[in-house]
Structure formats: C-alpha cells, structure tokens
C-alpha cells in the first residue's frame, strides 16, 4: 500500500493512495483501491481533506465464493494532530458516500458511513541513538455506516493496526505491520475476524512529520 500528502503550497495539498489488498493469497477476494483527495491545512495540526475513491473488488478464483463489485466513494475527513519529542497522535474523522455497483447480477445501493480512528507513533530515538530511524505505530478505526443499505447493519467493522516503520528520510517511510479487522457479517451469528500482514510506502511532506522525525 502507498499513501502520499504532497503540498502545493503552504494551505493546499495533494492526498494520493494505492492499496492492493489479498493479491499474494490463494482463495480470497482480492480488491484494490485508489483514492486521491485535496488536502487544506487549517494549521500545522488541523487539515481538512475531500476526495473520491475507487473499490474493485473480485474473487481472485472460480472456487471462491463472492460477488464481482465495483464502488464509487465521495469522502470528506478531518485530521487533528498532537505531538510531543516522544510521541505522536493523529485524531482522524472522516464520512463516506458509497456507490456500490454489484456487477454479478446487476443491482447497485448507496449508503453513508463514518469512521474514526486514532493513532499513536513512537519514535525509538527516545530510547536509544541507535535507533533513530526506527518508530513503532499502532491506530484503532471503528467504521459505523449511517443506514442499511449495504451491509443492513449499523456496525460495519473495526481495525486494529500494529507495525515497525523505517524513517528512511523525514519525508518517507516504510512499515511492515499486522491488522486485526472484525467485520459485520449480515445474517451470521459473530463477526468475522482476520489478519492481515501489510507493507506500507508512506511519503509525507506536509509540516508537523518531517520536523518530527528531525531530530538531533
């Protein structure tokens, strides 16, 4: 997955992101998304962002079991920002408007959904010189749709994320990380629970990451 927040200016900014999910795993569904958006920065720790998104999602074989879809998502989010020299926190509100197109038989739906999710990085410079390029991450996002119209449940799904990253630069990093996702599932009796390893590229170049990572 890559996300990157490029700046025009000092107010405007360029959101950009890729994730391909399950593609190295047999008998999923495998689904990507793209997203890009327009970021405004309020200040240094409050931006404001509006944006689209692109969903596929399909079988990655005739023995799974699943249905080819296809979504359109318009999505607005507020991001407000906290840090120490020892730490990091995001607070991330965002709504979703879902178009979603069932390719398979042909019947499209709309809902809203909205998420938070709150997020925390330590830099493990604090520790020890040694390992100034190194931090670890961790964030929890609770999804809550606002209708029924997809899922027919209010409860959509929650994510809980650990990694290692590398600060290869104060503007980009890499993380390798785990993902704990429990999803509503419509007419069964629990959610499902899976787990996911993710690689992570992140490029950043609005103001508070990179004097974050600037240390002496």
Known sequence: MYFGDNKINTKIGIHS????????????????????????????????????????????????????????????????????RAVFMEHRYRLEQRFIENLNTRVSKFDNRVRYRFQVI??????????????LASYNELFMNLGTQISGQIFDRNRLYFSMGFQVSPKLNFQLGYLNQLISVPGALRPDINHNLQIGVMFNMDDIMPSFFKQN
């Open 122 to 135: 330590f830099p493990l410079y604090t520790l020890s010189p040694h390992l100034r390029q190194f931090f």
């Open 17 to 84: 992101e890729l994730q391909l999910r399950n593609y190295f795993l047999k008998e999923t569904v495998a689904q990507t998304l793209a997203r890009i958006g327009v970021n405004y920065y309020i200040n240094p720790l409050v931006m404001v962002t509006g944006g689209y998104g692109f969903i596929d999602t399909r079988p990655s074989s005739e023995n799974v079991v699943g249905f080819h879809t296809m979504e359109h998502r318009i999505w607005e989010q507020l991001i407000l920002r906290y840090k120490t």
